[in-house]
Structures are given as structure tokens and as C-alpha cells.
T-cell receptor, first 113, second 112 residues
Framework: DVKVTQSSRYLVKRTGEKVFLECVQDMDHENMFWYRQDPGLGLRLIYF???????EKGDIPEGYSVSREKKERFSLILESASTNQTSMYLCASRALPNTGELFFGEGSRLTVL | DQQVKQNSPSLSVQEGRISILNCDYT??????FLWYKKYPAEGPTFLIS?????DKNEDGRFTVFLNKSAKHLSLHIVPSQPGDSAVYFCAARSGSQGNLIFGKGTKLSVKP
């Protein structure tokens, strides 16, 4: 079974803090993704990566950056957390060839005070 | 502009009856459609998919129907069970390199 592991299930941070959300997948998938989920807004794509060292902006990249130094690991960084970044963050991976199916982690619930 | 729309934020169904979740899309280039199920405090899990060359795909209690001319797909759950209570997301892909575009989700409540 594919396993996507997100390092923290729940985090509470203060405005202005730097936040790292880590994601590791164990199935050698090329593609990895970061989404945020908010009530009434569904899943919105923040950043994605097709391979190591590669990154592409999604629909809502402002206020975020990412790092993919190793194939299995994709990190989401909030340089200076703000209250409107309080959300559920979901990491996902995808194998090639692309069947469309994403494998999601359990999510990281971030609260910014 | 939303390319994938789930117009019903919520749906309540009695246990044993049929649940029908609907999804509309605007992009005629979408070639693959998926449904995901999400419980609170968990990540979404893949449920069922359908290619644009088909009009129906069935997996146990779950059936997805695709009407390309209407740009509409639906997920049928028969019979519905309380454990099906979750948020269901419709998603669509355009081409083999395309990322998934998600709808906003429909919260299904199945009452015993």
C-alpha cells in the first residue's frame, strides 16, 4: 500500500513564525502535491513538483514556498505565517503514467494565532 | 471560474436508500473523472473513477455515471450505509500530464 506521511497532524503557531510542513511518500512516486482544504472552498492546489528539484506554482501559491531535495520528500514552507493560513494542509503523491489517482496523507491541521 | 462544480453542499439520506451525488464540469478537454471520499481529520481517499470514453463504471455499491453531452457526472451509492457519511469530492483531469481539478465537495449524511 502507498503511504504518504505528514510529519505533524496538528500545529499551533503564532503570526509571523516560520512553519515547515513535511511530507514523505514511500512508493517512489515522481509527482507530489500540496493542497489546502477549507470549508466551502474544497481542495485548492498550492504547489506541485513533477520530480526532484522541480516545483511549479498551483492556484494559490502566495505566502508559500516548497522544497523537493529528495524524491520521497516534499516540504511546504510558510515563511511568515498569517491567520488566513489557518487551514487543513494535505500532501499527495502520484505515480506515472498518470492515471489521475492521487494518494493523500492524513493532513496537517495548522492554526495560526 | 470553477471548472468542476458540486452544487449541493450537503445531502441527507436514510440508511438503505440510494445516495446520488452530482458534479458538473465546463471543460470539454477533461478526459478522466474521479471521486474521493474524506472523513474529518483524515486525508481524502480514492473511491472510483471513469474515463471519458465510458458512460458507466461500477464497483460494489458505488456506480459513477458520465453524461458527456451534458458535462455531468453522478455518483450513486446503493444501499447507503451510516459509514458512508463523509465529504465527497468530484475531480477531473485534462490529459496525461494534467493535474486534478476538484469540486468544493458534498457532505453526505446517512441516517440510521
Amino acid at each position: 500500500d502507498v503511504k504518504v506521511t505528514q510529519s505533524s497532524r496538528y500545529l499551533v503557531k503564532r503570526t509571523g513564525e516560520k512553519v515547515f510542513l513535511e511530507c514523505v511518500q514511500d512508493m517512489d512516486h515522481e509527482n507530489m502535491f500540496w493542497y489546502r482544504q477549507d470549508p466551502g472552498l474544497g481542495l485548492r492546489l498550492i504547489y506541485f513538483s513533477y520530480d526532484v528539484k522541480m516545483k511549479e506554482k498551483g492556484d494559490i501559491p502566495e505566502g508559500y514556498s516548497v522544497s523537493r531535495e529528495k524524491k520521497e520528500r516534499f516540504s511546504l514552507i510558510l515563511e511568515s505565517a498569517s491567520t488566513n493560513q489557518t487551514s487543513m494542509y494535505l500532501c499527495a503523491s502520484r505515480a506515472l503514467p498518470n492515471t489521475g489517482e492521487l494518494f493523500f496523507g492524513e493532513g496537517s491541521r495548522l492554526t495560526v494565532l | 471560474d470553477q471548472q468542476v462544480k458540486q452544487n449541493s453542499p450537503s445531502l441527507s439520506v436514510q440508511e438503505g436508500r440510494i445516495s446520488i451525488l452530482n458534479c458538473d464540469y465546463t471543460n470539454s478537454m477533461f478526459d478522466y473523472f474521479l471521486w474521493y471520499k474524506k472523513y474529518p481529520a483524515e486525508g481524502p481517499t480514492f473511491l472510483i473513477s471513469i474515463s471519458s470514453i465510458k458512460d458507466k463504471n461500477e464497483d460494489g455499491r458505488f456506480t459513477v455515471f458520465l453524461n458527456k453531452s451534458a458535462k455531468h457526472l453522478s455518483l450513486h451509492i446503493v444501499p447507503s450505509q451510516p459509514g458512508d457519511s463523509a465529504v465527497y469530492f468530484c475531480a477531473a483531469r485534462s490529459g496525461s500530464q494534467g493535474n486534478l481539478i476538484f469540486g468544493k465537495g458534498t457532505k453526505l449524511s446517512v441516517k440510521p
